[in-house]
């Protein structure tokens, strides 16, 4: 696995224009997507890319709320301090931590 990370590292410095940096990105995507067509991983990957969002604003509000509030963790999770609500159990990082 090192030796993988050592070798896109060294691929992406030598990634000079916008046209390359794009071909990249895009092996890089069909590498991931593996076998599936590329709709259906549309259709798979774009909610997961709203749902990663919407969790890294709920984080950002709620660090500007503890900032506001000297860490009142209260007052950071009230519904007001978020354009979001996100229940319990279901933000980002909590999803990541199911295996099934």
Not at 38 to 58: C, G, W
Not at 71 to 97: K, M, N, T
């Amino acid at each position: 696995m090192a030796k993988t990370r050592i070798k896109a590292a060294k691929e992406a410095e030598e990634i000079g224009t916008s046209k390359e940096l794009y071909n990249f990105l895009y092996e890089a995507c069909n590498i991931l997507r593996g076998p599936v067509s590329q709709d259906a991983f549309k259709e798979y990957i774009t909610p997961l890319l709203y749902f990663k969002r919407i969790s890294d604003v709920y984080d950002e509000e709620t660090n500007e709320a503890l900032e506001l509030s000297d860490g009142d963790e209260e007052y950071a999770s009230l519904p007001e301090q978020h354009r979001f609500v996100i229940p319990d159990g279901c933000h980002w990082d909590d999803v990541r931590q199911c295996t099934t």
